[in-house]
């Protein structure tokens, strides 16, 4: 009988393993100030997947959907795929002392489908790569986390999720895994607390440090 424990890394994708929570904020800034006269909409709809996006804010403005999504799929493929500081190594250090590891994202797979031609070895990279279509319920909810370790075989006290938005983060924390907050779509001092541990970025982050974070 196999005994070893699975360890499992669950990345968030935007934020956390590229640099991309920036321009999608410019992005939904200008459709909150063009369809609801919103300022500052971006932040509010941080790790929404669309469709939550759309049923909360825009349910009763099919037509503004539309504009949207056409102009959503117009802007992610001109948009710019940068990794993280640090983030690439990190997951080969990781790999290499075969810890399973997934991306956890509320981003769909015509949005993934960019990222694959931007980056064609992003998918070598990792075991899973999980989009938005497959669970039911999106972050704040632990559902995305929860079908990360069900496909691993692993437990909440052998995983750890990598996050940045508010959303990601609770969802993180009532999945019982252990969260390091990524300092980069908020500061330092809006995610303090939220998380076990925060990090501005990957640079330095090896597997022998990670085993030393616990809850």
């Known amino acids: 009988?196999?005994?070893?424990?699975?360890?499992?890394?669950?990345?968030?994708?935007?934020?956390?393993?590229?640099?991309?929570?920036?321009?999608?904020?410019?992005f939904w800034n200008e459709q909150g100030l063009t369809y609801l006269n919103e300022e500052d909409f971006g932040r509010q709809i941080k790790g929404q997947t669309l469709a939550q996006i759309y049923e909360k804010h825009f349910s009763t403005l099919p037509e503004a959907q539309q504009e949207i999504t056409a102009k959503l799929n117009v802007f992610e493929k001109k948009m710019s795929y940068e990794y993280i500081p640090g983030v690439e190594a990190f997951i080969a250090d990781l790999r290499r002392h075969d810890v399973k590891i997934a991306v956890v994202t509320s981003s769909n797979e015509e949005k993934m489908q960019n990222v694959y031609n931007a980056?064609?070895?992003?998918?070598g990279m990792v075991d899973r790569i999980l989009t938005g279509e497959?669970?039911?319920?999106?972050k704040p909810a632990p559902d995305c986390f929860l079908l990360g370790m069900e496909i691993f075989e692993s437990t909440p006290e052998n995983t750890y999720v990598f996050e940045d938005s508010f959303?990601?983060?609770?969802?993180?924390?009532?999945?019982?895994?252990?969260?390091?907050?990524?300092?980069t779509t908020n500061s330092r001092e809006a995610i303090t607390g939220k998380a076990h541990y925060i990090m501005d970025d990957f640079t330095g982050m090896t597997y022998d440090k990670l085993l030393t974070l616990h809850r």
């Open 1 to 26: 009988m196999n005994t070893t424990k699975t360890i499992a890394a669950l990345f968030d994708f935007d934020g956390v393993i590229m640099d991309t929570e920036t321009q999608y904020t410019v």
């Open 119 to 123: 980056h064609p070895e992003f998918k």
């Open 134 to 138: 497959m669970f039911a319920r999106s």
């Open 167 to 183: 959303h990601g983060l609770q969802a993180g924390m009532t999945s019982g895994a252990t969260v390091i907050g990524l300092a």
